[in-house]
């Protein structure tokens, strides 16, 4: 009884925190917020005219509008509007009715879909939440003003009208947006109560925007944390990876951590940073990801995880080596162990999994490969991916990196071109074995004197050690330095 006063009052006070009744939305015009329409989706605008046409008020609203001020490139559009899915669907040629409990409507352009929705009421009343104060029902149409209460920060509570180029802002979001101030709108510790993903969010935002998180809106974090363990696995698992896809991922596993958030998305990531060179190897994946975010190339997410998860998947398998474990069957082993751990507290989806296992898998056999094995390996479906997770093992100083170069150049190559390498590796003299050559010394290649190497292919050094601590064969990469198939620059790997 008393803690359902104690929410009561706590969800009034959270409402009197947004209470824009008596004052009103700011409205900013151009120079304000300084939106170049021109870089706003076409047919977001064209949802906004239809609306507007039909009588409706319709605004660009949330991540847009707030990427758009702050000079980003928005991820989507999305549409809010006083029209119902009801009134809106007639409008639009290929317009489609989706959700059960909220609804909303996807208006589709050949590649493009405009998320266009009602504007929407909270329901913080207590009647629909859990014990802690989680929204379980969050369904009622609502006014303008009560749809930009129901956001969480108060710079993704902007509603953009295109036609007439004014920002509609309720909370000054367009001020703290500029000062790069994440704050949340209503009472921090009840609307992460509501939901606590939005913890999650402030961190990414915090990020993403170079922004600093608003002392209120930072204080119930550390002790609301544990809250985000009741959250859908599915729903954190999004979430983990909008983090990590944000464009600042490193910097926002450091938010996650000194928050203790990480907890319900990433426990493990303590361990890695425990781990020598963990720190390292995670910052190498992430700004690769970070470039290829930004360069608006996609991020596999099973890439991501499979670098995650890998310093810990590597040394626990070395560990069963050492207890006297085959070193395939220790990897394997090992890769169960970690997946295991991580899903006690998010599961990975399963195809995930299977691609990093994949990735990981095949890491051992780049070391051992003979000319069949080439081959066979060329032909598995996350070759590709488990190439450029070579190369960044390079980059980590795992592994030789001319050794990675050389499956860079095989990845790289059209049919003839591999066939010419993979000829180039058998053994000379007979009696060698394909792929377990003697090591010597690579002989001096032109592109030994490329200048834009970042690894340490100038000193020749072979420092090496797989899974199993085997040594690393330099066999591919003396053969295609003999076979002339090298020369360019070295290029980066993608993760697709
Ligand atoms: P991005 O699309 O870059 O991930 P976003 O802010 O657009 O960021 P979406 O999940 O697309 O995120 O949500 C769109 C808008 O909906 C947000 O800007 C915000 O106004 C609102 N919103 C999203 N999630 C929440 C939430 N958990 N609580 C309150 N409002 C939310
Ligand atoms: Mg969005």
């Not at 009343?125 to 009622?140: A, K, S, V």
């Amino acid at each position: 009884m008393v803690t359902m006063i104690r929410k009561t009052i706590k969800s009034f006070v959270g409402r009197l925190f947004t209470a824009p009744v008596n004052k009103g939305p700011q409205r900013l015009t151009r120079d304000v917020h300084g939106i170049d329409r021109r870089l706003v989706s076409r047919h977001a605008i064209k949802v906004c005219e239809v609306l507007s046409q039909h009588g409706y008020d319709a605004y660009i609203v949330g991540g847009a509008v707030r990427d758009l001020i702050a000079g980003l490139k928005p991820t989507d559009f999305d549409v809010a509007t006083n029209a119902t899915p009801e009134q809106i669907r007639p409008l639009f040629r290929r317009a489609r009715i989706i959700g059960r409990r909220f609804q909303l409507v996807h208006v589709v352009f050949g590649r493009e879909i405009i998320e266009t929705s009602t504007f929407r009421a909270s329901s913080t009343n207590g009647e629909f939440t859990d014990e802690h104060g989680r929204i379980l029902r969050d369904n009622l149409f609502g006014s303008q003003e009560e749809d930009a209460a129901r956001r969480d920060f108060t710079l993704n509570a902007l509603y953009y009208d295109p036609l007439n180029e004014v920002v509609i802002d309720y909370h000054n979001g367009v001020a703290d947006l500029k000062n790069r101030v994440v704050r949340m709108i209503g009472d921090p510790d009840v609307r992460y109560r509501e939901d606590p993903i939005r913890m999650l969010r402030a961190m990414r935002f915090a990020a993403k925007l170079d922004a600093t998180i608003e002392p209120a809106t930072l204080a119930p974090i550390s002790k609301l944390a544990p809250l985000v363990d009741n959250v859908p696995s599915s729903r954190r698992f999004d979430e983990l990876l909008k983090l990590l896809t944000c464009g600042q991922a490193m910097e926002c596993l450091r938010g996650l951590r000194e928050a203790g958030l990480h907890q319900s998305v990433l426990p493990l990531l303590d361990k890695v940073f425990a781990t020598e060179g963990g720190e390292r190897f995670l910052e190498l994946a992430l700004e690769r990801t970070d470039v290829r975010v930004r360069t608006g190339k996609s991020v596999s997410p099973s890439f991501l995880f499979a670098s995650l998860l890998w310093v810990l998947v590597r040394d626990r398998s070395q560990h069963y080596v050492e207890r006297g474990e085959h070193p395939n069957q220790a990897l394997v082993i090992a890769a169960d162990d970690i997946i295991s751990q991580q899903s006690r507290a998010m599961p990975i989806q399963r195809r995930f999994v299977a691609d990093m296992r994949d990735i990981w898998f095949m890491q051992p056999r780049f070391e051992r490969a003979t000319p069949r094995a080439t081959w066979r390996l060329v032909e598995q479906p996350r070759f590709r991916a488990a190439v450029d997770f070579l190369q960044l093992r390079a980059e980590a100083r795992e592994v030789d990196s001319v050794h990675a170069q050389w499956w860079m150049d095989l990845a790289d190559g059209d049919r003839d071109t591999r066939a010419e390498m993979i000829d180039a590796m058998q053994p000379r003299k007979s009696g060698t074995q394909p792929g377990r050559r003697r090591r010597r010394r690579r002989p001096r290649r032109r592109s030994d004197t490329d200048t834009d190497t970042d690894t340490d292919t100038d000193t020749g050094t072979q420092e090496t050690s797989s899974p199993q601590g085997s040594t690393t064969s330099s066999a591919p990469a003396s053969s295609a330095a003999n076979s002339g198939k090298r020369g360019g620059p070295r290029r980066k790997g993608s993760n697709e």
